[in-house]
T-cell receptor
């Protein structure tokens, strides 16, 4: 069973389009995250949700909007896609809100490679 | 965010031990040392973490210097599957996030 799954694995789209990436975790975790890994391979956190509530919102354009229908799902909607949005997006989850336990670990999904043409 | 310094790359031969160093001279007393790795075309995966004492698990060992300003991830017998980018990350009590640096790209030669 896949612990953290993402769909789609690949997403190719035109500039200006709106797209969504879905993430699901079956670990029963309370907290979920979205990370972006750019072409230089830097991995940066974008958002974090704890029990469906937004707790981290890094400096991300407001074209990016996370949505958590329940604590097992955290979807990422991106409006008006730009060339610079091309990257690999990773979803992750942890048992608790990370600051509650510095020994907690995060489980990452396989990533979604987004290419904006 | 607490900073770590790692070599950009290292090479090893298969079935030999690998010692991956990490410097964290500004570590505070409540910072935990976490290691994650990212295999090619995959998401990062947790490897090990520790606070003060050396730690062992099925994947690796973590040796932490007495002053905690450096640590070493030890892979006892490298396999081709261990080829990955290894990230050393300081996690603060009360911190909200993992801050990934550049990591060390480990190449394992057959």
């Amino acid at each position: 069973d896949t612990a953290v799954s993402q769909t789609p694995k690949y997403l190719v789209t035109q500039m200006g389009n709106d797209k969504s990436i879905k993430c699901e975790q079956n670990l029963g975790h309370d907290t979920m995250y979205w990370y972006k890994q750019d072409s230089k391979k830097f991995l940066k956190i974008m958002f974090s949700y704890n029990n469906k509530e937004l707790i981290i919102n890094e400096t991300v354009p407001n074209r990016f909007s996370p949505k958590s229908p329940d604590k097992a799902h955290l979807n990422l909607h991106i409006n008006s896609l730009e060339l610079g949005d091309s990257a690999v997006y990773f979803c992750a989850s942890s048992e608790r809100f990370f600051s509650g336990s510095p020994t907690d670990t995060q489980y990452f999904g396989p990533g979604t490679r987004l290419t904006v043409l | 965010d607490a900073k770590t310094t790692q070599p950009n790359s290292m090479e090893s031969n298969e079935e030999e031990p690998v010692h991956l160093p990490c410097n964290h001279s500004t570590i505070s007393g409540t910072d935990y040392i976490h290691w994650y790795r990212q295999l090619p075309s995959q998401g990062p995966e947790y490897v090990i973490h520790g606070l003060t004492s050396n730690v062992n698990n099925r994947m690796a060992s973590l040796a932490i210097a007495e002053d905690r300003k450096s640590s070493t991830l030890i892979l006892h017998r490298a396999t081709l599957r261990d080829a990955a980018v290894y990230y050393c990350i300081l996690v603060q009590g009360g911190s909200e996030k993992l801050v990934f640096g550049k990591g060390t790209k480990l190449t394992v030669n057959p």
